[in-house]
């Protein structure tokens, strides 16, 4: 998605926020690119270790271990994959509703990994009040962005009696 030919073509275009915006977004995303490469590497070192060194591999908390670390690669490709598609689309590098969806993530995440034998009524109660806010959160958002500058010009006007 890094594409410098039409980055060029465009850079006289942007004013200097939008290219400052441009810089710094690139550079999250590479720092995030160096993060996902070394959290994946120490996933493949664990798997294979886990794998090879330890007869019980198929227990529980391992497996849950293993799996917790995948889906932290998976939240970091998601993030990366939503900045690298706000600069494409140039909207902005900050999308409410992709936030919101990688704290779902997050939390699902949290809730995959959560140990109920050791889980106390407030820790499954206080993930449970985050969950539930963060989807009627994602249900509002989706609610109300439908409505753009640029479609709210293309709805028919209301008759006036």
């Known amino acids: 998605m890094l594409n410098i030919a039409a980055l060029k073509k465009e850079w006289k275009d942007l004013t200097s926020h939008e290219r400052f915006e441009q810089i710094v977004s690139r550079v999250i995303m590479l720092f995030i690119e160096v993060v996902i490469v070394y959290s994946l590497v120490l996933v493949a070192i664990e798997l294979v270790k886990d794998v090879i060194l330890s007869p019980d591999f198929v227990g529980v908390e ?6 917790g670390s995948l889906l932290t690669v998976l939240i970091l ?9 706000s600069l494409v689309n140039r909207s902005g590098i900050l999308q409410t509703r992709v936030v919101v969806l990688i704290a ?18 407030e820790n499954l109660a206080g993930v449970a009040g985050v969950a539930l806010a963060l989807g009627v959160l994602y249900w509002l958002l989706s609610l109300g962005g439908g409505a753009s500058p640029s479609t709210a010009e293309t709805l028919p006007k209301p008759d006036k009696q």
């Open 77 to 85: 490709l998601e993030f990366n994959h939503s900045i690298a598609t």
């Open 62 to 67: 391992l497996l849950q271990d293993v799996f």
């Open 104 to 121: 779902i993530l997050v939390v699902a995440r949290k809730i995959i990994l959560l140990d109920f034998k050791t889980a106390t009524v």
